[in-house]
């Protein structure tokens, strides 16, 4: 019902920036937040940034600074600014929402993207 597509990624030098983006599309009323997750080889999935209704943020610690999560709600699209890029950064990101398919929902339903590799080099 709902689709997520990234783009954006790929390979970059130590200090240096990319821009993820996602466009949300298919059966959606609202989303009620949106952002990104990675995944380093061997390591844990864990929360970059999201942006909730209303414009509420959450940024991973080692990353507060340096990326910034923006939202287009008219286009059901979000963006990734990652400025300073280090090895660290080195993972798949994946884009994720919780998504309302219709009016007067309780729950939302969550969507993942198909992950888009980002890598920084030394």
């Known amino acids: 019902q709902v689709q997520l597509v990234e783009s954006g990624g790929g390979l970059v030098q130590a200090g240096g920036s990319l821009r993820l983006s996602c466009a949300a599309s298919?059966?959606?009323?609202?989303?009620?937040?949106i952002g990104w997750y990675r995944q380093a080889p061997g390591k844990h999935r864990e929360l970059v940034a999201t942006?909730?209704?209303?414009?509420?943020?959450n940024y991973l610690d080692s990353v507060r600074g340096r990326f910034v999560v923006s939202r287009d709600n008219a286009k059901n699209t979000v963006y990734l600014q990652m400025n300073n890029l280090q090895p660290e950064d080195t993972a798949i990101y994946y884009c994720?929402?919780?998504?309302?398919?219709?009016?007067?929902?309780?729950?939302?339903?969550?969507?993942w993207g198909q992950g888009i590799q980002v890598t920084v080099s030394s």
């Open positions: 298919g059966t959606i009323f609202s989303i009620r937040t």
């Open positions: 994720y929402a919780d998504v309302d398919i219709a009016p007067l929902t309780w729950v939302p339903s969550p969507y």
């Open positions: 942006e909730a209704t209303g414009g509420r943020t």
